[in-house]
C-alpha cells in the first residue's frame, strides 16, 4: 500500500529556511510524481509545485518560483520541499501528495495519497 | 480569491443528498479532468473522486462526481454525521500552467 510519511513540525524564524521531508513506500519511488501543496490556517488548499522522482525535473507555481526548491533522494525514496526567505504568511500545513496522470505527457488528475502534513510556523 | 468557486457551505439531514458545484472556466474545469477531495477535522485530504467521474478502491459508491462545460459536481447521497467535513475540487488550469483547487465547501449534516 502506497505510503507517504512527512518530517515533524518546524518553528522557524523570518528570514530563515525550512526543508520538509517525505518518505515514500509500498511502492517503486521512481513510478509517481510528488507533488507539495500547503494549507494555511482556516485558508483552503495551495498547489506549489512537483518532482519527477526518475530523473529530479520539476515545476514549480510562479508564486513560489523564487523561494522553493524540491528534490529527491532516489536511495531513500524521499522527496523533499525546502522553502526561503519565510515569513509569517508561510506559516502553514505542508503536505506531500502522490499524483495520477491521465496520460504521462499530461498534466495530473488527481492526488493520492497524501502525507500526514507538516505544520511549519513561522515567526519574528 | 480562488480560480474555482465553490459554495462555502452546504447542509443536509442524514439519509439525504447533497450536491456541491464547483465553476471555473474553459483554462480548466472546461477543458481538463476534475478531482475532489474530502478533509476531515485535523487531517489530510483524501481523494474521493478523479478524472471527473472516477472512484479510487474503497470509496464508496455513495460519493459521485459529473462534469458539464466549465462546471463540475459532488453528489453524497446516504449522508451520514461521518461525512462532515470540508469538500474541496481541484483541477489543472492550463493558462495559468498550475494545479488550482476550490475555496472549499464545509458540509454539515443536521
Known amino acids: 500500500q502506497m505510503q507517504l510519511v512527512q518530517s515533524g513540525a518546524e518553528v522557524k524564524k523570518t528570514g530563515s529556511s525550512v526543508k520538509v521531508s517525505c518518505k515514500a513506500s509500498?511502492?517503486?519511488?521512481?513510478?509517481?510524481?510528488l507533488h507539495w501543496v500547503r494549507q494555511a490556517p482556516g485558508q483552503a488548499l495551495e498547489w506549489m509545485g512537483w518532482?519527477?522522482?526518475?530523473?529530479?525535473?520539476?515545476n514549480y507555481a510562479q508564486k513560489f518560483q523564487d523561494r522553493v526548491t524540491i528534490t529527491r533522494d532516489r536511495s531513500m525514496s524521499t522527496a523533499y520541499m525546502e522553502l526561503s526567505s519565510l515569513r509569517s504568511e508561510d506559516t502553514a500545513m505542508y503536505y506531500c501528495a502522490g499524483a495520477y496522470y491521465y496520460d504521462s505527457s499530461g498534466p495530473p488528475t488527481g492526488f493520492d495519497p497524501w502525507g500526514q502534513g507538516t505544520l511549519v510556523t513561522v515567526s519574528s | 480569491q480562488s480560480v474555482l468557486t465553490q459554495p462555502p457551505s452546504v447542509s443536509a439531514a442524514p439519509g439525504q443528498k447533497v450536491t456541491i458545484s464547483c465553476s471555473g472556466s474553459?483554462?480548466?474545469?472546461?477543458?481538463?479532468?476534475v478531482s475532489w477531495y474530502q478533509q476531515l477535522p485535523g487531517t489530510a485530504p483524501k481523494l474521493l473522486i478523479y478524472e471527473n467521474n472516477k472512484r479510487p478502491s474503497g470509496i464508496p459508491d455513495r460519493f459521485s462526481g459529473s462534469k458539464s462545460g466549465t462546471s463540475a459536481t459532488l453528489g453524497i447521497t446516504g449522508l451520514q454525521t461521518g461525512d462532515e467535513a470540508d469538500y474541496y475540487c481541484g483541477t489543472w488550469d492550463s493558462s495559468l500552467s498550475v494545479w488550482v483547487f476550490g475555496g472549499g465547501t464545509k458540509l454539515t449534516v443536521l
Open positions: 509500498g511502492y517503486t519511488f521512481t513510478y509517481r510524481y
Open positions: 474553459s483554462s480548466n474545469i472546461g477543458n481538463n479532468y
Open positions: 518532482i519527477t522522482p526518475f530523473n529530479g525535473n520539476t
